[in-house]
């Protein structure tokens, strides 16, 4: 039977949240230490029949009291400050992170790499470089556990979450379902595999070779006939897409939105729930017709749109429509 | 001494409890229907430790062990521990301690009983027709579109006994504005009072939360309205927000009346006036308001915004603050008091320390960082049982022991009170704290079968699972003993302050023959050794 008492730590985070797990179990351990050596005095002086002096103190109560009010929320506020910090600092992907797709299922978890790799029930990572999941669900909620990263996150129908990592340590570790989702929820589970970065691209180039996400996006792009649309010279007046990503949006009604991940998905599968300022809503919804992977990677080829595009070729935000097509049309 | 005059239990027929319109009666109808609950989540917990002690799920089909945690948590909650001390405790003490001679709506206070019947026989429709795997918490899509079973029944029991707490809490506080005994000012109330009224207004204002979240969930699944369901352009976080909005004032429902018992344990057992009896009490009345702001830490790890998570972290560390001020009151309680370790008093101290260990274990939860790995572990299992059974279940029992000779009349074997109080905490604590190691290290919640490193700690839990199991059912057995044979209590055997220690056990119908008057402040032991310390000796020499 193997045995342990602590878990492995291997990524950058786990480390971090290591020491203030410490911190914490020390702050418990003074806790019950102020709360219970004097309270088993106490029980053990006062008990009855012990002769000892009982004449009650004449202090003024509220001293004590603003004093014992005072020591924990301090040390709360101390406790507060680093958890919050650490936790903005999990939220705050690095640059360079490279993005790894994962779609929760009933009772699985399907995952694709850039390059176009599959993997099911089973992450390969490089040591040492940043990863960054992108996290949607297509039926339940479930919640991507890797207990020695440190790491958790909810993988909620209808939306991208994210978790990042750099794993620090070659080795294969758990891989959880931690939200409960029916009936296999204790099956949804798999293996995460650390390893160093030669291995991993061997490990990618391995098999036969696959379409990258963003190539299966511009291929999707074009077969469903978004180009035909979104093109410069197309019959239908739709906003340009290039440079998109991650720019205000005006929509009709007045609200303004930031174009994420989920505005972009929502757009192709919802169109009529938020419809550009200034447009009619002519576009039809292709709900049913893309899977969650599909969808993803038409999403990460809009967000390709225009990264590469020298600057005055980028929109400018703000509603202005720019036929721009960066590629030419089928 | 012996005082055998008619009493409340006088009449026998089944008529006579069934249409009965006194509280203490109705306590007593409460007890008896939740045991019969808790007996049943027992089970489904007995089973899943089972399952657990060996790392491969062989003895449950994995649909068994979801519907037995989904069983053993919406009973436990819902048919237990929420209803526990307000409704038999409270119910049978709280006109008593108030020198008052019902509560304020009794018919209303038979209602809600019989609604919590109702409720109750959904929800166990819901249990023998087939169960129910949506997990006591019912988050959507799951519940709403995946999940097997009769969740609509099991949701419709939960409603309906909802209704069945809005009544209680109204009743109460009523009850402690109207009925109080002359003298009886607001500073003098026991703290048990003031605990009781910040449950109930909890019960008001959050269990109709509960009744719209689950109206609406009954919309989506019935009718196919998006409200939870993406697919239907409707949002799953907004279930979890409505529920635990609602369900985090619950976790103090659960706990706060549990509070209350404890206060009025330490005092008597220590013979001393509480230290700080104004902080307790507004502590209390802290606890329920800010209980109200804190259910976004249930969600940190749900992807809701950084800065939600920060305000409710924030807020859910200002929460802890009062409820290290009970304990630090509690502790202060005991200096210079004269301490004797009656059953009571010993499930009162196992109280402040499993309730200790859960608050500071809900520290890690409550930071943002930490809760990100321990959230949906058996990490979370072990704060919140620590929490509600080492809190809840203990000052339940501490008090049930503590008022058992004012409910029958009659005390009960001192030694095997202590010994079962022992048991209690050895055999909770061997369940629960390996519990925290586990989380840990990593294993999820709600899993019934997991990875074999795993299984040393669910060895150990379930090993303590079943000491636990002895210590729940020794004082069945000597209590259901004492009825008859138990030593006659007298009107107050621990010598204790409050009213409800100023008349006959069992206290007639009409609980007073005069309306007391009330003339000295609460818990003023050492003016009552003083004044008569004849009989407060001769009272404890019968313990
Ligand atoms: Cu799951
Ligand atoms: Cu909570």
Known sequence: MRFQVFPDAASTTAVQVDWLLAFLSLVTLFFLGIIFVPMGVFLYRYRRGNPVDRTPLNISTWKIEVFWTTVPLVLTFVIFGWGAGLYVHMKTPPEDAQEIYVVGKQWMWRLQHPEGKREINALHVPVGRTVKLM????????????????VKQDAVPGR???EWFKATKAGTYHLFCSEYCGTQHSGMIGWVTV????????????????????????????????????????????????????KPVPLEGGTIVTADERYLHDSIVMPAKQIVFGYENLMPSFEGQLNEEQLFQLVQYLKHLGREQPPEYRRQGEGAAQFIVPHEAP | MIDLRENYLSKHTIRSWLLTIDHKRIGLLYLFTILIFFLIAAVAAGLMRLELLTPQGDLLLPETYNKMFTIHGVLMVWFFLIPSIPTVLGNFVLPLVLGARDVAFPKLNLLSWYLFILGGSFALYGVFAGGVDTGWTFYTPLSTTYANGHVM???????????????????????????RAPGLTWMRLPLFVWALYATSLIMVLATPVLAITLLLMTVERFWGVGIFNPALGGDPLLFQHLFWFYSHPAVYIMILPGMGVVSELITCFSRKKVFGYSFIAFSSMAIAVLGFVVWGHHMFSTGQSAYAGMVFSFLSFLVSVPSAIKVFNWTATLYKGEITFSTPMLYALGFIGLFTLGGLTGLFLATLAADIHLTDTYFVVAHFHYVMVGGMVLAFMGGLHYWWPKITGRLYPEKAGQLAAMITFVGFNLTFFPQFLLGYLGMPRRYHAYPEEFQIFNVLSTAGASILAVGYLLPVVYLLWSLKNGQRAGENPWAATGLEWTTPSPPPEHNFDQTPVVTRPPYDYAYQSTFHPREVEQTLENV
């Open chain 1, 135 to 150: 996290i949607t669900s297509e039926d339940v909620i479930h919640s991507f556990f890797i207990p020695v990263f440190r």
């Open chain 1, 160 to 162: 991208y979450t994210m």
């Open chain 1, 195 to 246: 390893m160093e970065p030669k291995d991993y691209q061997d490990w990618l180039n391995s098999g036969s070779p696959q379409e990258t996400q963003i190539a299966a996006g511009e291929r999707l792009f074009h077969q469903l006939g978004c180009s035909g649309c979104h093109a410069e010279n197309s019959k239908v007046r739709a906003p340009s897409l290039v440079g998109l990503y991650g």
């Open chain 2, 153 to 179: 029944t099991m949701a419709a029991g939960v409603f309906i006994a909802g209704f069945s707490s809005i009544l209680t809490g109204l009743n109460f506080i009523v009850t402690t504005h109207k009925m």
